[in-house]
């Protein structure tokens, strides 16, 4: 099959995960959203990795796994704390990242 | 390898300056005798410097050289020639002076908590000032100087903002809104310059490929390093830019008169005669040294902005009602001579420029120090709340009129060698502008004697009758200045004698020759 | 020998430091100190005259060169001194009137609590007044011209608790300092075309450049010379300069430092005589100021300031004669030495008047002093006949000289000033005879006199320093006073005649400035005659008026003329006008200025930043989605614009 098509598929992914993030509320909904687009990113670089016959490629996907690992952890503890002050999943109703 | 004397010249007042900042809180005089301790062996290690260093040796000598940050070329080049010497026995010199001035200055009130520490930061503070200055005149590596001449901005942004005057008109609020004001002021001009100046050493980076000065300057010299008419320009506006503000030049003055007003007297001090110092040297050593061609292109509309510092500086000092900004004002008269003087490029105007920056630094010293005693007695900055104080106080008001004397330069007074230099070299180029300038020594005995009439002669007011004269730490402040002053004003000689051959070789690299006299260009 | 001169600069030096740093401890012996070594200097001076006396003409001048000032590069200035006939002149003059005046002080200067610091300024004159005449070359000279006019400066302002006194000082100063901006931009011209500043070279080379050359440095030597010896335009500052002490008067705002502008002008009579302009512009201030002065000194009741105003006058004839050249050199030194003489002898006798009056100054409250003061009285009234050219006195031989050499001048010109100083002689005559008259004859107008109200004590020096208004019981001054008055009234009677006749002035100071004889017009036997004839006019004129009838004690409404004189023929209102108040509008404009408009631009950046930077917070609003939004956006436009790029 041609490569390019896991290319599609990867920017297809890439664009519900943003468009995701970019319209729900629920801060559960958003953090899977993110996960799609990191995901929909691990697709594209394996997949050049094949395209272009080295392996930086998948090394890289590795990296990401990890990073995206650490970042449900921060990011989920940080949404069960929210939850537990505001009685809310919402991200609108958190606007405090500002002076 | 030899022992490295130039750093240890900076180092010790930079480790004297962690030191002090370490004394407990309760021991606040031992912070002191330590910070005048460290000052003093400061002063040791600079007239060894200066008994070094050979005036007809090397152009740089004593230097040192290591490798710092190797993929960008910069380089911890340490090296002096003969201005930089002067410059750093001046600023050796003076500190001792501003401590021992400042002694009581930053004793904490009785408000203050017990674990309040002021006093260990205020001398801490001027020991890391004076570290950093030497360094400045000491670095031949151009990143290198631009790190501690931006880095002295972080200790003066505190000891102005920090220690303010005390002796303050309004309610304590007010003297805290000005003083912020004055330091926050001080603060973004001087940022905003070296900002300027950042883009300018990069520019300088990416045209040269290092940052040496010996290096671009011999490689400029040599032809194997050209640069475009255009780029030189703009870097060298970039590099001037910065220095006019320390220095400073009209318009970028405005900063002084709020800065010195607010500060300490000692501070003042230190800012005016000691760290604006470096704008003027580094004008001779880095736009002179690194762009010459520059340099000349830009010298008439620079010897007409000194025209009119000198000028304006004086006429506002005439204007002033408080005395610490008229001396502000009267430094940036001042400062214009010595700008006029580097850019005239003449060996007299170069020389004279040289001697002004040392001799300057000594007169307003002095003046400068008198005054703060005379204010921190009334508590008082108005001149209008002063009046007869020579009849209360004949020392003080006999030093406060040596200062005032110097301020005008008077001859038989070290100023007046210097000033008297910088016309004549001015005029063998620029007559006009010469004699332009020539008005700035009227106007310079308008203001300081008006202020000493004011403040010293006629009748004694009810407020300083009581005023004692001065004591034995104020004497020992003052005197070795005025001996200093005199001395200095009868034989500068020494001075010159390590000046010029530093002179002659910024001429050479200015490719200029000083005008002949017309009897001799007949012949 | 030569070694010598220096030391004739360093006693009074030494004095002056010992003094001023010497603290209360000497306030004992402070007097002693300063008049031993004022004395010193002048046993040194005669001396070296004594020596010189010894020598051919040709060998005369020595020099003694101290060690090199400020070497840089071309620009080469020495301590170094020179002594010829013209500087031993001065040597003399100085240091022979100062050591007088020193012992006058001590008397005058008794009940002062700062004697001390008085006598240590005077020493710290004397010494920059001998390094002024000592100097060999013109910047070393211009170090002296500024430290006398630090020296007077203090002594003027010496009792400071008076505003006017201090104020006077400061005008003083700055007068000078505009003269002295001349001074240094003829330095600055003399090293341009030169390349040095020593006597020797410069005047030797003056032959090398144009004329217009030497006329510029001519004129700016001219404006240091007016502004130190009080001529017009820079004369404003010598009347308020009788704020200072009397002593003071006699010896710097008569006999010496005023003088130093004469000395200026006939020690550069090379570049003067190359200069025929400049020389023209010198005898019209000359001849102006002569005018002026005498004018001045018909109007005042003052009698410190009469005098001060035939000072300016007498100076005015010096300078008249040095600006004829050669033909003049000569008689300028002559008057201003004979000058020195009985000007220092009346202000003397003015202070003795004044000590014995409880220091009133008003002569409308004087008159009839010649029986309580007989010695002041023939001391003063030797030194008013010397002053008005009576036959046989110092001031016969020596004006009469300069008034046949305005003749001599030729032309048109030689006619008009010749004139001018015809006039100017008898006028003289005019204002002496009225200060003579009003002082020492006529009633007594001092007894029953009301006490001054306190707002009055301004006017009079030392009013309020040294006593009571109470009515004065005049008498004769202590021994120490009159001794110098004696001495300076022999030199007022003989000196004139000594110098005169048989020319022996002249051969003295011919090998240092030349000498030329003037062709006048009229012989000189008319010439005295006529001066003859318009000094018995003035004294004739004056005796009418105020010998013959009573002297009213408030001052008459008088002529315009009068009232104008009486204000400095309004020059002060025209400083005080142009000069003072367009100053105070320009600084306070400029204050306005600097504070608006400077910072104002930078503030207006501050602000204006401020300004930016709270419409650009409002982005940041907090909400994680809006901030989404804008990342994609960003990256968005990045991409887009990379695509861009690669397509172009």
Known sequence: ?99 | MSFPLLTATAALPAIGAIATAAVPAARRTAAKWLALLVSLATLALAVVVLVRFDPDGDRYQLTESHSWIKDFGVRYELGVDGIAVALIALTALLIPFVILAGWHDADPLETHSSRWRPTQGFFALILAVEAMVIISFEATDVFLFYIFFEAMLIPLYFLIGGFGDRAHAGSDEHAAAQRSYAAVKFLLYNLVGGLIMLAAVIGLYVVAGNFSLQEIAEARANGSLDMATNTERWLFLGFFFAFAVKAPLWPLHTWLPNAMGEATAPVAVLITAVVDKVGTFAMLRFCLGLFPEASKWATPAILVLATISIIYGALLAVGQRDIKRLVAYASISHFGFIIMGIFAMTSQGQSGATLYMVNHGISTAALMLVAGFLISRRGSRLIADYGGVQKVAPVLAGTFLIGSLATLSLPGLAPFVSEFLVLVGTFSRYPAIGIIATFGIVLAALYTLVLYQRTMTGPVRPEVSAMPDLRVRELAVIAPLIALLIFLGVYPKPLTDIVNPAVKQTMSDVQKKDPQPEVEAVK | MENLIALLVAAPLLGAAVLLCGGRRLDAVGHWIGTALASASFVIGAILFADMLGKDEEHRAVGQHLFSWIPVEGFQADIGFQLDQLSMTFVLLITGVGSLIHVYSIGYMEHDERRRRFFGYLNLFLAAMLLLVLADNYLLLYVGWEGVGLASYLLIGFWQHKPSAATAAKKAFLVNRVGDMGLSIAIMLMFTTFGTFAFGPVLEATGETGEGKLTAIGLMLLLAACGKSAQVPLQSWLGDAMEGPTPVSALIHAATMVTAGVYLIVRSGEIFNAAPDAQLVTTVVGAVTLLFGAIVGCAKDDIKKALAGSTMSQIGYMILAAGLGPIGYVFAIMHLVTHGFFKAGLFLGAGSVMHGMNDEVDMRKYGGLRKYMPVTFVTFGLGYLAIIGFPGLSGFFSKDKIIEAAFAKGGTEGWILGGVALLGAAITAFYMTRVMLMTFFGEERWRNQPTPSPAESDVEPAAEHRGTHAEPHPHESPKSMTIPMIVLAFGSVFAGGFFGIGDRFLHWLEPVTEHAHGHSPLSATTVTLSTMVVLVIGVGLAYLQYGRRPVPVVAPRGSLLTRAARRDLLQDDFNHVVLVRGGEHLTRSLVYVDHTLVDGVVNGTAASMGGLSGRLRKLQNGYARSYAVSMFGGAAILIAATLLMRAV
């Not at chain 1, 691990?42 to 990890?66: E, K, W, Y």
């Not at chain 1, 939850?83 to 958190?94: K, T, Y």
């Open chain 1, 1 to 99: 099959m041609n490569p390019v098509n896991y290319l599609y598929l990867a920017a297809l992914l890439f664009t519900i995960g943003a468009t995701g993030v970019l319209i729900r509320r629920n801060a559960i909904v958003v953090f899977m959203c993110i996960e799609l687009m990191l995901n929909a990113c691990n697709l594209a670089f394996v997949t050049f990795s094949r395209m272009h016959g080295n392996l930086d490629g998948q090394i890289i996907a590795f990296f990401t796994m990890v990073v995206a690992a650490a970042e449900v952890v921060v990011g989920l503890a940080i949404i069960v704390s929210l939850f537990r002050s505001r009685h809310s999943a919402s991200v609108d109703d958190a606007s405090l990242m500002k002076l």
